[in-house]
């Protein structure tokens, strides 16, 4: 095994006497050792040594001289970093690695792990980029945690998507050989990570923080919250409640009740027939998305019918039985476009948007309008139950009361900021001033009621101009 290994380090640049000293002196003797010693990622310490490793050697002549040391080039170490990282690939693939196997064209192979190991430890785990829980579509909730953790990486580079894959042991390597991932390693190192070993229990406890982060503030979080460490057992749990046999079959009755609920009676500016089959589409999908988890899925037989069952209206009546038993439409997008280019031939002008000019024209022109209809608040959905004729009765109606109603409301009338609201303050502030004029008088008569003052007291209540008036700074001394 030594032998083999210092040939595989002589092709990787390294002198007969530099691969016989890191084997023998340094100990490096196994792909292993190159592979699992945690001190030096860059080999530079490596490099330093076998270029001056110090110490006493005996010369030819046999006298003790100091050890000269080897040289070694900069392809030799940058060889040898990229064997060492390929090694530690291939333990994370559960893959097996000989010496013979290691050539230059071995190392150009797996060359780009290195700039692949740089951007894994750049990489950081942004907490405002998980992905949301939709907790009515656990099936399309399922898929986006799975994406996201393709491009979020562990503590050796490794997708914490890993820990998500349904089965833990993997096929032996015969089974699953390497050339069958097209070089696509990301995907390798997902389905063949191994869940043991320090590595996995980092990655776990990591995937347990960010599902909990997830799940905040959902029901989903308190079925996680008991774990401490166990991030691959509390996703386990998820995927069983919510997409367990129970829950799958609660959510397909949903969708299905959906799409048998789902009515379509004709174009109107709020609701067309394009709106109806998105409806029936939408359903499809989460329907669809439920096979994996137990659901037996739809046929396009019953697509058809619950689309053909929807239609309530009386100007689609030949289309429907044309498409209901005719084999050429035997499926549901094939019935959607024949149905659709008969609502554009029987009715073109009914669902774009009215403009200002067609403001003011006779609604439902050509009916004759029921007026038997009662006139109240209808809300919308028993509005498009109404007929045309009822509908334009109703309209009739309310306005034919405009003006004989309900009077118009007075605007601003007692309300603050109003017209008259503001004329009653003004008034009111006017009474007050005329009030306060009045006391002040009022306070100035004398009890005799002769209503005249004093010259001295004239005096005093006159405001002084300046100090020479100033009654203080004019009293007399006292004799």
Same mark, same amino acid.
């Given at each position: 095994?030594?032998?083999?290994? *210092?040939?595989?380090?002589?092709?990787?640049?390294?002198?007969?006497?530099?691969?016989?000293?890191?084997?023998?002196?340094?100990?490096?003797?196994?792909?292993?050792?190159?592979?699992?010693?945690?001190?030096?990622? %860059?080999?530079?310490?490596?490099?330093? &040594?076998?270029?001056?490793?110090?110490?006493?050697?005996?010369?030819?002549?046999?006298?003790?001289?100091?050890?000269?040391?080897?040289?070694?080039?900069?392809?030799?170490?940058?060889?040898?970093?990229?064997?060492?990282? @390929?090694?530690?690939?291939?333990? &994370?693939?559960?893959?097996?690695?000989?010496?013979? +196997?290691?050539?230059?064209?071995?190392?150009?192979?797996?060359?780009?792990?290195?700039?692949?190991?740089?951007?894994?430890?750049?990489?950081?785990?942004?907490?405002?980029?998980?992905?949301?829980?939709?907790? /009515?579509?656990?099936?399309?909730?399922?898929?986006?945690? =799975?994406?996201?953790?393709?491009?979020?990486?562990?503590?050796?580079? =490794?997708?914490?998507?890993?820990?998500?894959?349904?089965?833990?042991?993997?096929?032996?390597?015969? %089974?699953?050989?390497?050339?069958?991932?097209?070089?696509? $390693?990301?995907?390798?190192?997902?389905?063949?990570?191994? $869940?043991?070993?320090?590595?996995?229990?980092?990655? &776990?406890?990591?995937?347990?923080?960010?599902?909990?982060?997830?799940?905040?503030?959902?029901?989903?979080?308190?079925?996680?919250? !008991?774990?401490?460490?166990?991030?691959?057992?509390?996703?386990?749990?998820?995927? %069983?409640?919510?997409?367990?046999?129970?829950?799958?079959?609660?959510?397909?009755?949903?969708?299905?009740?959906?799409?048998?609920?789902?009515?379509?009676?004709?174009?109107?500016?709020?609701?067309?027939?394009?709106?109806?089959?998105? =409806?029936?589409?939408?359903?499809?999908?989460?329907?669809?998305?439920?096979?994996?988890?137990?659901?037996?899925?739809? %046929?396009?037989?019953?697509?058809?019918?619950?689309?053909?069952?929807?239609? !309530?209206?009386?100007?689609? *009546?030949? +289309?429907?039985?044309?498409?209901?038993?005719?084999?050429?439409?035997?499926?549901?997008?094939?019935?959607?476009?024949?149905?659709?280019?008969? +609502?554009?031939?029987?009715?073109?002008?009914?669902?774009?948007?009215?403009?200002? @000019?067609?403001?003011?024209?006779?609604?439902?022109?050509?009916?004759?309008?029921?007026?038997?209809?009662?006139?109240?608040?209808?809300?919308?959905?028993?509005? $498009?139950?109404?007929?045309? @004729?009822?509908?334009?009765?109703?309209?009739?109606?309310?306005?034919?009361?405009?003006?004989?109603?309900?009077?118009?409301?007075?605007?601003?009338?007692?309300?603050?900021?109003?017209?008259?609201?503001?004329?009653?303050?003004?008034? *009111?502030?006017?009474?007050?001033?005329?009030?306060?004029?009045? @006391?002040?008088? &009022?306070?100035?008569?004398?009890?005799?009621?002769?209503? /005249?003052?004093?010259? /001295?007291?004239?005096?005093?209540? !006159?405001?002084?101009?300046?100090?020479?008036? $100033? #009654?203080?700074?004019?009293? *007399?001394? #006292?004799?």
């Amino acid at each position: 095994m030594a032998h083999a290994l *210092r040939t595989a380090l002589n092709r990787m640049g390294l002198p007969v006497d530099a691969a016989l000293y890191a084997t023998d002196a340094m100990g490096m003797d196994t792909l292993e050792a190159w592979r699992d010693f945690h001190v030096d990622d %860059d080999l530079i310490g490596l490099a330093k &040594n076998l270029r001056s490793p110090g110490g006493m050697i005996q010369n030819a002549a046999g006298a003790e001289v100091r050890h000269p040391g080897f040289l070694i080039s900069v392809k030799a170490i940058s060889n040898l970093k990229v064997m060492r990282l @390929a090694l530690k690939h291939h333990r &994370n693939i559960q893959r097996t690695v000989t010496a013979a +196997v290691i050539t230059d064209e071995w190392i150009q192979q797996w060359d780009f792990l290195v700039d692949f190991r740089e951007v894994t430890k750049r990489s950081k785990i942004e907490l405002d980029s998980l992905p949301k829980v939709t907790m /009515s579509d656990w099936a399309k909730t399922k898929e986006r945690i =799975i994406n996201h953790f393709t491009e979020v990486y562990g503590e050796d580079g =490794i997708p914490l998507a890993y820990l998500l894959r349904d089965d833990v042991e993997v096929e032996p390597e015969a %089974d699953d050989p390497h050339d069958g991932y097209n070089d696509d $390693h990301i995907s390798e190192l997902i389905t063949r990570a191994p $869940h043991t070993g320090a590595t996995f229990r980092a990655d &776990n406890r990591t995937l347990l923080r960010l599902l909990k982060k997830i799940c905040e503030d959902t029901p989903a979080y308190e079925y996680i919250s !008991k774990y401490k460490a166990d991030g691959r057992q509390a996703w386990v749990d998820l995927l %069983d409640v919510y997409l367990g046999p129970q829950h799958t079959q609660n959510q397909a009755a949903i969708y299905e009740a959906k799409l048998q609920r789902a009515t379509y009676k004709g174009e109107t500016s709020r609701f067309n027939f394009d709106k109806y089959a998105d =409806i029936h589409k939408r359903c499809h999908t989460r329907l669809d998305g439920l096979v994996e988890y137990g659901y037996q899925g739809m %046929d396009e037989g019953t697509k058809k019918r619950h689309l053909l069952n929807g239609i !309530k209206t009386e100007k689609l *009546r030949t +289309v429907v039985e044309l498409v209901r038993g005719n084999p050429d439409f035997d499926t549901f997008d094939s019935v959607v476009r024949r149905i659709k280019d008969t +609502v554009l031939t029987l009715e073109p002008t009914q669902t774009p948007t009215r403009t200002i @000019a067609a403001i003011g024209k006779e609604p439902f022109p050509g009916v004759e309008p029921d007026m038997s209809i009662e006139d109240k608040y209808y809300p919308r959905s028993e509005f $498009h139950n109404l007929t045309d @004729a009822q509908k334009k009765g109703l309209l009739i109606k309310r306005k034919q009361r405009d003006g004989k109603g309900k009077k118009p409301k007075d605007k601003g009338a007692g309300k603050k900021g109003g017209k008259d609201g503001k004329d009653l303050k003004r008034a *009111r502030r006017q009474i007050a001033k005329l009030e306060r004029q009045i @006391a002040a008088l &009022n306070v100035g008569d004398d009890d005799d009621g002769s209503g /005249s003052d004093s010259e /001295s007291e004239q005096r005093a209540k !006159k405001k002084p101009k300046g100090n020479r008036d $100033h #009654p203080n700074l004019n009293r *007399r001394a #006292p004799p």
